[in-house]
């Protein structure tokens, strides 16, 4: 759908038949849901493009693309019909090859940096994150015992990836062997000094505590920080960081599992800032939300004897047959119609209307993204930037009630559209959000 999106029959807050699903389950659903679902309280029925329906036939502009996954928007025609006959025909032989494996192998050659020229296939951005990790630990030199990561990183609710990131639970610690530098957090500096003046201090202390330490084997980073609040690095971070690291015979792993696939603008986000890792993990965008991860590599790494003993890409999902139809299929639609092009193209549209609100709105302390992935931090006011995540609840609920679908996360709503929306829709989404913030913060009901 690429036109204004129609308006439902039934009035915004009726929603008997959704009430009626959810108490039903509630009586049997484990808690823990994620922010959005819990306040968000729909059951969505169907998705065409950029569009949801609910149960009781309302309809939503989904600026969350799924939950960031949906590159092409919901039940592209090819993604369907490519399943649909997979479907029909093999589901799972283990890791055995099928039909599609090396077409799909030719076809990552061709949009991934050319020295990422070996791949393993896996389910999850979790999954392929651990397996990520055990390449680390199988090539590391003697003594080199130890992984760097970043402040506010996010890689999986697995336990290797939340050792990671220090991500305790409960009273069980989890700082494993890792050491966390500083992310490039510009708006919320942990050392309360301010770009450009700053010299990038931040990229100098990673350097120091990871890159040129000799017992570091791997420094384990989001390119752009996704689950934190879209933090985009400035000029010179990555710079500094990466020339350290591959000076130092530090691994560079790229946790791309919601920026790979062309979200930023590139086929890796990593290409915009000039990295060039030596692993990549791919997973959201990759085959339209079907479950489905690629670790991709360079040789020497992957083929290396002690990361490639038997079993050591494969697990019971990996692979399967279904996620290399969607994978391969949704990949074929975004070299073929040009989208990453495109979402240079409507990320100027997106960048421009959240500007706009940005100006209106002091509630805003700060917009921020690339290409087609933008966070906007909701503060109680810009001089104290005290965080208001009551405030982002409600503009959240607010632009539900009025038809359009974000991703909520504490006080930031994160925004990435499918690539396939149109210019038309994707200003109609603005305009909601707008509206929202209108009625959350002057009493517009």
Known sequence: ??????????????????????????ARLAPGASEESALGRRVFTEGRGAVLTDLDGHQYIDLAAGTLTQSLGHCHPEVVAALTDQAARLWNVHDF??????????????????????????????????????????????GRNRTGALRYGFHGKTQGARMLVHWDIGNQAL???????YSPYCYRCPLELSYPSCGVRCATLVRRHIAEKPNVSALVFEPVLGAAGVIVPPPGYWEQIADS?????????ADEVLTGGGRTGAFL?????????????LSKGMASGFPFAVLAGRAPVLRHPDAARAGSTASTYAGNPLGIAAARATLEVVRRDALIEQVDVLGGVLAEGLADL?????????????????????????????????IAREVYRAALDLGLRTALGGNVIRLAPPFTIGRALLEEGIALLGRAL????EGER
């Open 269 to 281: 986000a990593s290409e915009r800032f000039g990295i060039e890792p030596d692993l990549v993990a």
């Open 97 to 142: 090859a099928t039909a599609d494996r090396a077409a799909l192998c030719d076809l990552l050659a061709e949009l991934l940096p050319e020295q990422l020229d070996t791949y393993a296939f896996f389910s999850t951005g979790a999954e392929v994150v651990e397996a990520a990790l055990r390449v680390v630990q199988a090539v590391a030199e003697p």
């Open 175 to 181: 700082a494993g062997n890792s050491i966390l530098g």
């Open 245 to 253: 690291c591959r000076e130092h015979g530090v691994l560079l792993v």
């Open 358 to 390: 940005y100006a209106r709105y002091d509630v805003l302390g700060e917009v921020r993204g690339i290409g087609l992935l933008y966070g906007l931090e909701f503060v109680r006011d810009r001089a104290s930037r005290e965080p208001a995540p009551d």
């Open 1 to 26: 759908m690429t036109g204004p999106l129609e308006r439902e029959r039934l009035p915004r807050q009726e929603r008997p038949l959704q009430r009626r699903l959810l108490e039903r389950e509630a």
């Open 438 to 441: 209108e009625r959350v913060t």
